[in-house]
């Protein structure tokens, strides 16, 4: 009975347990923060491709927006 309640004790004691769940939803803001950040730069990267190409087109050359590809 002795060695029963010693197990309940130090199983009640534990934190790996609690310190793995803030871990893991650590590293998930950080995996979400990451995603969203690459997606901003990603269409910020865009935008302006978009701005240069529309420049183009004023000009004398000729730019295909979609592939980014000018003459």
């Keep these: 009975m002795n060695k029963l309640m010693t197990m ?3 199983f009640r ?5 609690a310190a793995m769940v ?9 995996a ?3 995603i969203l950040t690459v ?3 990603g269409a910020w990267v865009n935008a ?3 701005d240069l190409c529309t420049a183009l ?3 004398t050359g000729t730019c ?3 592939t980014g590809v000018g003459t």
């Design 22 to 30: 803030e871990y893991s939803i650590l590293i998930g803001i950080i």
């Design 39 to 41: 997606i901003a730069i």
């Design 57 to 59: 087109d004023k000009g």
């Design 64 to 66: 295909v927006a979609s």
């Design 32 to 34: 979400v923060a990451s």
């Design 8 to 10: 309940t004790r130090q």
């Design 48 to 50: 302006r491709f978009s």
């Design 13 to 17: 004691d534990d934190e790996n347990g």
